[in-house]
């Protein structure tokens, strides 16, 4: 099962790429449909702002052990979301890295995962469903973006082995898109919770129709 899992994933390797790439526009656009001046949202930038002060006096060992964990487990994440049994996760012990290994061939979705997907901030959205509302729970949450961003930006890099196995031209088409998307995920979620992300997804392929309209007019 796994086997034929990996091969639909596969099939959509390029046009995920393709889609997240002509949906970069949408992405900025899209922003001038959030209503930032609100309570919320101080709350969560707050918490964003509070996570990079306290990367700048925090020990740089912890936050890169930290880093590795959640590299290695968006990997087996995605791995047993994809019907492949994770058969070990191991972190080096001086910090430079980790592995993890699981049955099957695998895919592409598996490999980049850990460079667009925020596990930490999704099991916080779960546990955030069922708390009462709350302006600490928005800053908790702005705290995990920032995370996120944190931990995306300082994993891309030359001698990052993953990214060569999915192909830097599906990367440079892919991962902004995703990040982007992800990112605008968590304002919607931020603003009204898992409809808020709905009605983003809709928002991102409305305007994705309208730049196609508008470049359809521009040729003909």
């Given at each position: 099962?796994?086997?034929?899992?990996?091969?639909?994933?596969?099939?959509?390797?390029?046009?995920?790429?393709?889609?997240?790439f002509?949906?970069?526009?949408?992405?900025?656009?899209?922003?001038?449909f959030f209503?930032?001046?609100?309570?919320?949202?101080l709350a969560?930038?707050?918490?964003?702002?509070l996570?990079?002060?306290?990367?700048?006096?925090?020990?740089?060992?912890?936050?890169?052990?930290?880093?590795?964990?959640?590299?290695?487990?968006?990997h087996?994440?995605?791995?047993l979301?994809?019907?492949?049994?994770?058969?070990?996760?191991?972190?080096?012990p001086?910090?430079?890295?980790?592995?993890?290994g699981?049955?099957?061939?695998?895919?592409?979705?598996i490999?980049?995962?850990?460079?667009?997907?925020?596990?930490?901030?999704?099991c916080?959205?779960?546990?955030?469903?069922f708390m009462?509302?709350?302006?600490?729970?928005?800053?908790?949450?702005?705290?995990?973006?920032?995370?996120?961003?944190?931990?995306v930006?300082?994993?891309?890099?030359?001698?990052?082995?993953?990214?060569?196995k999915?192909?830097?031209t599906?990367?440079?088409?892919?991962?902004?898109?995703?990040?982007?998307?992800?990112?605008?995920?968590?304002?919607?979620?931020?603003?009204?919770?898992w409809?808020g992300?709905k009605?983003y997804?809709?928002?991102?392929?409305?305007?994705?129709?309208?730049?196609?309209e508008?470049?359809?007019?521009?040729?003909?």
């Open positions: 099962m796994s086997a034929l899992l990996d091969r639909v994933v596969e099939f959509w390797k390029w046009p995920f790429a393709l889609y997240m002509v949906s970069l526009p949408s992405f900025f656009d899209s922003l001038d209503s930032f001046a609100n309570y919320k949202f969560m930038f707050a918490g964003f702002g996570f990079y002060f306290g990367r700048t006096v925090s020990d740089a060992s912890v936050r890169t052990s930290m880093q590795v964990i959640a590299h290695e487990l968006t087996s994440f995605f791995a979301l994809t019907l492949h049994k994770v058969k070990h996760i191991r972190l080096n001086d910090d430079t890295g980790g592995e993890m699981f049955e099957g061939k695998g895919n592409w979705l490999v980049i995962a850990p460079y667009f997907f925020p596990l930490f901030g999704l916080y959205m779960v546990v955030m469903t009462p509302e709350s302006l600490i729970f928005n800053g908790i949450l702005g705290y995990f973006l920032g995370y996120h961003t944190d931990t930006c300082s994993q891309i890099h030359p001698k990052q082995t993953d990214l060569p999915v192909g830097y599906f990367c440079w088409l892919f991962l902004p898109g995703a990040n982007f998307w992800i990112i605008g995920s968590f304002l919607a979620f931020n603003s009204r919770g409809e992300i009605v997804f809709d928002l991102i392929n409305r305007l994705n129709y309208q730049h196609l508008t470049v359809i007019k521009l040729i003909f």
